[in-house]
């Protein structure tokens, strides 16, 4: 019977533990051994190039890879590791085209799960921020920057304009300084192209927590990129963190002050603060800040077969070190593991995992970058020609390459792409979060959403008069959406706020098929109207009236 060596994650760790258990495996090994590895995509993202999606230097299909092309006689199943069982050798995915879940059974079990973003820590975040970690983030984000240039071109209103023209991107760590620095370049190439906006009207806005952004590089180093990134007109804040996030706005802590600000914006870009995957919580595994703890070989000794590398396993270096959660650490990690798997099975003598980094870069957009490798120092073109170089010849396969070093010369010599791909669409029903004094909506606004209190208080108010206080467990809204009307008050939060929202095909889809929604709703109407509403005559009549504009 064959062993199975199960691989759960689709990140560089995982998939080249997969590559490397082929290239070092014999003909006899391949036959008597099945990989398996389980991935939410069926491709790697090349992390390093995603910032270059969103100024369109790099195509978006251009910075990923299939992983069946790269571990050739592989096992891949794209789905969610839903539980695993250590005691019994199985884990449970989540289903698929068939509405049940699969359990596999292994023998070797590779953890390389990397790192989740950590909503819980900021109010607001999980319903309001863009992430950045993910392909679809990429798109997305560029999606929006578009949209935010396309609704300020047509806004009279200068506050709402400034607020659409504000950019925030949350950490200083290469993630977030790529990102921006990157955002930058492509929104004051794209304004050219929109004749009521000045490069003066954007405002780019970094937030670190530290005293200087890039803290993994020297200072030097470091204070080059801040003095060029202020140069090209993006605004550092530093001892600055989130502390709460809100559809129009930021609200920010100065960590020597404990002051709190309030930027206005429509865009925040969030890659801090990153957190274990869940499923690693509930394991019987020694762990560090949620990071499952290795040996130098990368397995876990309380659980023999059992192995963890990347950004969810703590691996200590040679050096006395922990290694870094980067590209470089985690393809080497993957290649100690895989000879190790294979030392275990062939009864031989393990690895131990002996690199120690070669060094770091960072990308500033517009041909320049920062780079420390093997102590040497670089800043400028030098540095970005040696970035642009080592990464190409560190993505995977030769098409790959050839497709990027396309996309590098086209970008030189072509406007970049403004397109706004309505790909993204608002879910009928989701969360919002709003800081106390904040209006959730004001009177003479469109009646498209009805308003559930999942936690916090609001003041329904109209003309400076208080007309209700509503809180946890209540609606509001309803009136509007239902007589289809513009709102005839201002609610704003008395208290820190979240909110169920439903918008206005999925209420009426509720209405006509929740058992009691109609009635509920009806007694609602009727209690604040004064009066007994007809639901159903309500929505016929209102229907009547936009059919008649």
């Not at 760790?13 to 389980?38: C, D, F, Q, S």
């Not at 195509?59 to 992983?67: G, T």
């Amino acid at each position: 019977m064959k062993k199975t060596i199960l691989i759960l994650g689709g990140g560089f760790g995982g998939v080249y533990t997969a590559v490397h258990l082929e290239k070092l495996m014999t003909v006899a090994e391949r036959r008597a051994t099945e990989i398996v590895i389980v991935s939410r995509d069926n491709y790697i993202v090349f992390q390093p190039l995603l910032p270059e999606v969103i100024s369109g230097s790099v195509q978006l299909n251009h910075v990923i890879s299939p992983i069946r092309r790269l571990a050739k006689t592989a096992r891949l199943f794209t789905r969610e590791v839903e539980a695993i069982d250590i005691a019994n050798r199985t884990v449970k995915l989540s289903p698929g085209a068939k509405p049940a879940p699969s359990m596999i059974t292994y023998d070797h079990l590779v953890i390389a799960l990397g790192t989740r973003l950590d909503y819980s820590k900021i109010p607001g975040m999980r319903e309001h921020a863009c992430p950045f970690k993910y392909l679809g983030d990429a798109l997305y984000l560029r999606n929006q920057l578009v949209r935010a240039l396309e609704e300020a071109e047509a806004e009279s209103d200068p506050e709402l304009r400034r607020s659409l023209l504000t950019f925030v991107v949350a950490g200083g760590g290469f993630s977030g300084v790529e990102c921006i620095a990157e955002m930058n370049d492509f929104l004051r190439d794209a304004i050219q192209s929109y004749h009521h906006i000045d490069k003066r009207d954007l405002r780019l806005v970094l937030l670190q927590s530290g005293n200087r952004i890039l803290p993994e590089l020297t200072e030097g180093l470091s204070e080059f990129a801040s003095r060029l990134l202020m140069k090209r007109g993006v605004e550092i804040q530093f001892g600055t963190s989130l502390k709460a996030i809100s559809a129009d706005a930021v609200v920010t802590e100065t960590a020597s002050t404990q002051q709190t600000r309030v930027i206005m914006t429509r865009t925040i870009v969030a890659t801090v603060p990153a957190g274990p995957h869940p499923l690693l919580s509930m394991l019987p595994l020694p762990q560090v800040r949620g990071r499952i703890k290795v040996d130098e070989g990368m397995e876990i000794p309380e659980a023999p077969g059992v192995w963890a590398l990347g950004d969810c396993a703590i691996v200590k270096q040679v050096d006395g070190m922990f290694s870094p959660p980067t590209a470089q650490h985690a393809l080497r990690q993957a290649k100690t593991c895989a000879q190790n798997i294979l030392a275990s099975i062939r009864g031989t003598k393990k690895h131990v995992f002996a690199f120690t980094g070669l060094g770091k870069m960072g990308s500033l957009g517009r041909r320049s970058a920062v780079a420390e490798i093997f102590g040497i120092r670089l800043k400028g073109l030098v540095a970005w020609m040696l970035w642009r170089g080592v990464y190409v010849t560190k993505f995977p396969g030769l098409d790959g390459q050839l497709r990027l070093i396309a996309d590098w010369i086209l970008d030189a010599f072509l406007p970049r792409d403004i397109t706004q791909l309505r790909l993204f669409h608002e879910e009928g029903v989701h969360r919002e979060h709003f800081e106390p004094g904040e209006n959730v909506f004001n009177a003479g606004d469109v009646g498209d959403k009805v308003y559930f209190i999942a936690k916090g208080e609001v003041v329904v108010q109209q003309d400076d008069k208080i007309l209700a206080k509503l809180g946890q467990g209540e609606v509001f809204g309803e009136m509007a959406l239902v007589c289809n009307r513009e709102r005839n008050a201002t609610v704003r939060a008395q208290t820190a706020l979240d909110l169920v929202v439903v918008n206005r095909a999925a209420f009426h889809e509720l209405l006509g098929n929740l058992p009691g929604m109609s009635d509920a709703i009806q007694g609602i109407i009727s209690k604040r109207t004064g009066r007994t509403v007809d639901l159903c005559q309500e929505v016929t009549d209102a229907m009547a009236d936009k059919a008649r504009m």
